[in-house]
């Protein structure tokens, strides 16, 4: 990977970093990074990662080798994340939320003797490092320095790790050339600037999290953030005039429930991992007039892929609400292809672009996603690869069925499988969260709803009533656990 960055950037023009990027934009004395109590400038985050930068000098690092670090949304933590890309030392955060024994496996993974925590990680710090045999180092108080902070192209900035639903989490490393990239094209289409301030409140280790706190980095907005997700956090973010977020819309949905979201400073949300309803779009935009709704399609190896823009959700809302339905059209400097694809038109989603990180040799990104391209040009997913449900040699696709029972008023969330049917090989089974508990939704109901919009074959089979979904740390439906639960 590294090996073949070095000759793609010998073969181009000198890019620039993803660091020279955020040293240019935070050469300032304004207020650059509010967290609780404390407001660092532009020029202090500076000076603290490169006192950083220093201290990570005096760890005795392996150059360029991946660092982990139990960190979460924080002044030091961005200076920490500033600091590793530019002395080559790239910090790997690992799940604050995650047990133990899934650090570990990541940890394990990586070649630094060291795992770095925050004092309110210790313990799990200290827990990781005996089960992997490396040294726990707990992070001190950065001091100003003068360490300077400089990167070549290849190198790498950051590495991120997949989310690991059906194997070990999968190290992501980021160049600094591709990763100033992203920060151009996420940057622009969610309008980042000096006068932004993006409020986080994604996990730290994940891409909704450090990879667009990265990306609001690189666009040199100011920056804040809560621990993680909740009604009260989100109103610390509105006190603190946050413009600029990333969510998925079942947060959405939970604060229009709470009458939270609005009125505020936003400008613009983000939003990612499903579909968003008509009518909570429309109640988003009621609750915050003029906010530009924005729903980008990646994963953690390179994104975004497509982008449903602003405009497009205003078309939704207008009469097309089809489009909701998509992950819209391919975003901007990217790509796309749809490979092998059946009579249906669905295959596997290839991208390609200077903004993704995980190509084969022709520069190709292979998502794992299946879905088609419309004639107009919006791409609509079907599900993974690899949760694909093929039922007597008919090929089911689970999303393309969530889809349609999401939209069913007394359904709050649901998740279908494939189970083993001695007949046909599999079949289709949901498992259903009803909107009210006390009232969950009759099966014949749903059936009928789905059967009016999809196939026969594509229709459940079996349904199960369920209080929640069992999720892993970054939120993913984990469907083996749900399929083990049928007899």
């Known amino acids: 990977m590294i090996d073949a960055e070095r000759a793609a950037a010998a073969a181009r023009p000198r890019e620039v970093t993803w660091s020279e990027m955020v040293a240019a934009a935070y050469d300032h004395g304004r207020p650059a990074a509010v967290y609780g109590d404390a407001t660092w400038s532009g020029r202090e985050l500076l000076d ?10 005096s760890l005795d690092l392996p150059e360029g080798a991946p660092v982990p670090a139990l960190v979460a949304s924080s002044p030091e933590a961005l200076a920490l994340v500033i600091a590793g890309a530019g002395a080559g030392h790239p910090i790997a955060p690992l799940g604050t939320r995650m047990t133990a024994s899934e ?7 990586l070649d630094a003797p060291v795992v770095l925590a925050q004092p309110e990680y210790a313990e799990l710090g200290r827990e990781v490092a005996e089960r992997t045999g490396r040294r726990l180092v707990p992070l001190p108080p950065f001091e100003p320095g003068e360490r300077p902070l400089a990167a ?14 059906t194997g070990a989490p999968k190290a992501v490393p980021m160049p600094q050339w591709r990763l100033a990239a992203r920060a151009r094209v996420n940057g622009a289409l969610c309008e980042l600037g000096p006068d932004s301030l993006y409020g986080g409140s994604a996990p730290f280790h994940h891409l909704s999290g450090l990879g667009n706190v990265v990306v609001a980095l690189g666009a040199g907005a100011r920056m804040t953030g809560i621990p993680r997700f909740t009604v009260e956090g989100w109103r610390l973010l509105c006190e603190r005039g946050a413009t600029h ?8 949905e939970m604060l229009l429930a709470a009458g939270e979201l609005g009125p505020a400073r936003w400008r613009v949300l983000q939003y990612g991992g499903a579909p968003i309803r008509p009518d909570t779009l429309r109640a988003t935009y009621a609750a915050v007039p003029g906010v530009r709704m924005l729903n980008m399609f990646g994963q953690t190896e390179g994104s975004p892929m497509s982008v449903l823009t602003p405009d497009d959700h205003r078309a939704a809302v207008a009469g097309r609400e089809e489009l909701l339905l998509s992950v819209g059209r391919a975003a901007p400097g990217v790509e796309l292809r749809i490979d092998r694809p059946g009579a249906d038109g669905i295959g596997e989603v290839h991208a390609r672009g200077d903004h993704l990180f995980v190509l084969d040799g022709e520069g190709w990104l292979h998502s794992g996603d299946l879905g088609r391209v419309a004639p107009d040009g919006y791409l609509y997913l079907s599900g993974r690869r690899s949760d694909m449900i093929i039922r007597g040699g008919e090929n089911v696709h689970p999303l393309e069925v969530e889809t349609v029972l999401a939209a069913h008023p007394e359904v709050a969330d649901v998740a279908v ?31 009928t709803f789905v059967r009016a919009e999809l196939s026969g ?14 999720r892993n740390a970054n939120g993913k439906v984990l469907r083996r656990v749900l399929r083990d639960t049928v007899p």
């Open 152 to 165: 070549r192209p290849e190198d790498i900035a950051i590495v991120l790790h997949t989310s690991g639903t």
């Open 48 to 57: 603290r990662a490169a006192g950083a930068a220093g201290w990570l000098d």
């Open 103 to 109: 650090v570990a496996t990541v940890v394990a993974g």
């Open 457 to 470: 074959f594509k229709v459940p089979a079996y349904w199960h009533v369920v209080t929640d979904l069992p």
């Open 245 to 252: 977020t990333s969510m998925v819309p079942s947060m959405l």
């Open 417 to 447: 499988v494939g189970v083993p049917d001695p007949r046909l090989g599999q079949t289709v089974a949901a498992f259903v969260v009803p909107a009210d508990p006390g009232a969950p939704p009759d099966p014949e109901r749903l059936r």
